[in-house]
């Protein structure tokens, strides 16, 4: 066992009453595979949670394009709501094409929303990670990162400060771990909050696989068959398929550390000290004049 990898568990209380956290994805089922656990833990614990979709996932659902955006859209609304989200922004960059889009655009939509939020944290996909085949995943990571400290820098779009936002640096990260070979410094024990990221996976129907359950029941039945794994009713199918199928990788990445669900991130932590080197030094060696 790597023994570089903290493990995050349940805390007590609510010991991040008062802090905001942005989950910055592309697509839909971006958040409740890599991160679902985690929001829903977080705002559990305290935080209040905000969620963006950078594309608008065009080409996934099965339909015409602009059946896709509709659902998808939909679809969207549904998950945040099931995982406690407090509100949720799309952007609507168009799907699978995000590296042809202005970096300073999406950065600067990017900035306004976390001054506006005031967000401290932010989860959203390595920006760097390695084996990144999606060009909105990179593209939305790269965005986030640049996003964060400029967020603080008050020559940074000074419009927004005339409009009344202030300058705010988001002081922590958690990166998706999105593809194999990806780096992970964090597991955080996601086993009491398995069921909301059930429910999150659910509602990832245009993609995501969230109704397999239910299909695969309908064409049983057809069939003159029935699975008991899939339960009476397509609530419970889809659930029940989501536990069974769908969380393999939530398993292997607690096994190896002893907790029945996990998930992976990088996690990076740039608070600044209560007092800084400068602020100590001062304090132990300055003399009346
Ligand atoms: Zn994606």
Redesign the pocket.
Known sequence: MDTNIDIERDQPGRPHEGKVFAAI???L??VPYYAGGLCAKLMSEGYAGYIIRTSNDEKCGGHTTAENILSNEQEHGKMAAALGFKDGFDLYYRNHRMDGISPIELRGRLILIFRMLKVDTVLTFNPWGAGEE?P??WVTGRAVEQACWMAGMPNDFPEHLEAGHRPHTVSERYYFFARPGQPFNRIVDIGSHIEKKIDAIVECRSQGGGNRGSELRARLAKQGRRLPLLGDDDRTADREYARQFLLGDSREYGKEHGLQYAERFYYLDHRPPAQSEVDQYVERNAKPL
């Open positions: 994805h592309a697509h089922d971006d999606n909105d995943h």
